[in-house]
């Protein structure tokens, strides 16, 4: 699964925001059960509505421990794919503190959220918020591709 850099983007692609909110600490539980709604709802199905639920509440996580304890989720379906964009007001970061093996495995005691999330989406992409301040803060944009309708769902 490739990590880039910017998000890409597609001109003429249809797309349908599911759901945009402000989250902390405290709206964490919450917001994942409405990830789950907005994907059961998009069509994307088991288990690989687990694995992107679980992919976001990382990245989730991650904004409210390292970025500033807050951030906005823009849950939205874009052309065939469910996209996950999450904005922090943190220092910024880049692809390169993924780990390339599990987390521990390598010697390094972090990065199993990012590392879980690289492996369980079909996009990753990572860019700096604002890179003309300060603090940047991050946009992390997970993505995974939707089931055709009358198709059954491929398995990672």
């Known amino acids: ?17 599911l759901l945009k909110q402000r989250f902390t600490a405290r709206t964490l539980p919450q917001l994942r059960v409405g990830v789950e709604v907005c994907a059961a709802s998009a069509g994307l199905t ?14 989730l996580t991650n904004a409210v421990e390292h970025a500033g304890g807050h951030g906005t989720l823009l849950l939205r379906r874009v ?16 692809a390169d503190v993924i780990p ?4 521990g495995l390598d010697g390094r005691a972090n990065g199993r959220g990012l590392w879980l999330a690289r ?9 700096a918020a604002d890179p003309d301040a ?4 991050t946009v992390v944009t997970l993505a995974v591709t939707l089931p ?3 198709t059954s769902p491929a398995v990672r």
């Open 79 to 94: 052309g065939q794919e469910l996209e996950a964009q999450i904005t922090d007001a943190g220092p910024g970061f880049t």
């Open 134 to 137: 300060a603090d940047p803060g």
């Open 119 to 127: 492996l369980t989406t079909d996009r990753l992409t990572i860019a």
């Open 148 to 150: 055709t309708p009358g």
């Open 100 to 103: 390339e093996l599990l987390p």
């Open 1 to 17: 699964m490739p990590v880039d850099q910017a998000a890409p983007s597609t001109p003429g692609r249809s797309e349908q925001q």
């Open 46 to 59: 088991e288990p690989r509505r687990g694995d992107f639920v679980l992919a976001v509440d990382e990245v």
